[in-house]
């Protein structure tokens, strides 16, 4: 005989109210959304490679989960203003520590030692407290988020190991101490959901930190030459073969457009939720891009490390754009144009596909191309409509402008470097 209610089980229990319901959701969200950033201004500073586009990764899908918890809230009967607010005060300090750790391991341990197990810890409660027959919208939710989270800490730990390798003893003890302070920082706040009861920090106990700002110029580890001139020291045959090339190190060197991207999303104020949602997709997918050329590199038997590693559309997004001139540059100016035919991505895709004939090279066009229609679109929402109000021929101004500028200070950069180089030959 079938059981009724679909095999739900505890059907006949109470479990938690609505209120109670969305106020635990809304604090596990909260975690998501401050981290999102964190991870977004963080992974420009980040100078292990690996770590710095993990870190893009992750940064998307806590704004993913987020959004899911955000919407959930709102059938919740809780209204975006209420979910919007930061449900503790003492989480603004606890962030803030997060953000401000002082190496990569400290940043790693905070995330995936501290805050993520907290909240798995969390979601783990209330989906035993809540009344499962009233609440599966949320249980459906919150089982596949874990999948995610549970990833995400997998993958951490890993990392953690593979830099306490390499670590001090010094180091090390930081680190435990860190654990410890944040530790401490959390539950001062309740726990990750907001129910356990406040335990004060000690004045004496507070750890002093420094400010976390973004760099002026994007890390790279001991491995990587870097250079803001783009292909600088890669020769490249005036041919199909040199054609193919360019574009493996154009997709390769789209780490530094990615970093242009975290940089917009950490430093933007005051935009609508879904703008941070968006940017978080297209952070994730500038770092797809760089490791669909990474890898077909590698398949075809490159030294990733050979070439000076390009970082220079962060260094113009840092240090010549204001923020939404950034992002006018790279949706407007650099995607939007990239629709057209041809050249544009389906003739790359083409090129990839008919004459360099290389399988793995096509698939990874063929996703570039998706991925950069859902950039464009990302212009017209962000850019046009949202900036200018639906006026396409000031949004393409604005667009063409950004190119000059780019053109005259990539310009001075280059002969910068030419008269360092130049003083060092002639030092020595």
């Known amino acids: 005989m079938l059981q009724p209610f679909m095999n739900i089980k505890n059907w006949d229990k109470i479990g938690l109210s609505v209120a109670e319901s969305a106020n635990r959701l809304r604090h596990i969200a909260y975690f998501d959304r401050q981290l999102m950033r964190i991870e977004a201004g963080r992974m420009v500073g980040c100078p292990e490679y690996e770590i710095k586009g993990a870190l893009a990764n992750i940064a998307w899908f806590d704004a993913s989960h987020h959004e899911q918890l955000r919407n959930r809230c709102k059938q919740l009967r809780m209204s975006s203003a209420a979910f919007d607010k930061c449900p503790e005060p003492e989480l603004e300090l606890l962030l803030a520590k997060v953000l401000d750790s002082g190496s990569t391991l400290l940043l790693l341990v905070a995330l995936f030692e501290v805050i993520k197990p907290a909240q798995i810890a969390a979601i783990q409660r209330y989906m035993e407290a809540t009344q499962p027959l009233v609440d599966q919208p949320s249980l459906h939710m ?24 390499k670590a001090s003893e010094e180091e090390l003890d930081e680190a435990r101490r860190w654990n410890e302070y944040l530790h401490k920082l959390l539950a001062a706040a309740g726990g990750a959901d ?20 973004a760099p002026e110029q994007s890390a790279r580890d001991e491995r990587y030459k870097t250079s803001t001139t783009k292909f600088k020291d890669i020769e490249f045959e005036d041919s199909s073969a ?28 005051g935009k609508p939720w879904a703008f941070y949602l968006d940017t978080a ?54 995607e ?93």
């Open 194 to 213: 907001g129910i356990s009861a406040k335990v004060p920090v000690a004045d004496a106990e507070h750890i002093a930190t420094i400010p976390y700002t």
């Open 142 to 165: 919150l089982r596949h988020q874990l999948l995610d989270r549970e990833e995400q800490v997998q993958w951490g730990q890993q990392a953690i190991l593979s830099l306490s390798e």
């Open 336 to 428: 939007q144009a990239a629709m057209k035919y041809p050249p544009g991505k389906r003739e790359e895709w083409e090129f990839a596909r008919d004459i360099a004939q290389d399988p793995l090279m096509t698939t990874f066009q063929d996703f570039d191309w998706a991925d950069e229609v859902v950039h464009a679109g990302f212009g017209k929402k962000w850019v046009i409509d949202f900036l200018y109000k639906g006026d396409v021929e000031k949004a393409k101004l604005v667009a063409d402008a950004t190119w000059e500028k780019r053109a005259k200070f990539m310009e001075l950069k280059a002969q910068g470097e030419q008269e360092a180089h130049s003083h060092f030959a002639g030092d020595y």
């Open 281 to 334: 997709r297209h952070l994730w997918d500038e770092v797809r891009h760089s490791w669909f050329g990474e890898a077909a590199l590698r398949k075809l038997g490159y030294d990733v490390y050979e070439a000076p590693n390009w970082t220079g559309f962060y260094d113009i997004s840092k240090n010549l754009f204001e923020l939404d001139e950034a992002y006018i540059h790279l949706t407007i100016a650099i």
């Open 242 to 269: 040199g054609r193919f090339k360019m574009m493996l190190y154009s997709r390769y060197f789209e780490m530094s457009p990615a970093e242009g991207v975290a940089y917009v999303l950490f430093q933007s104020a």
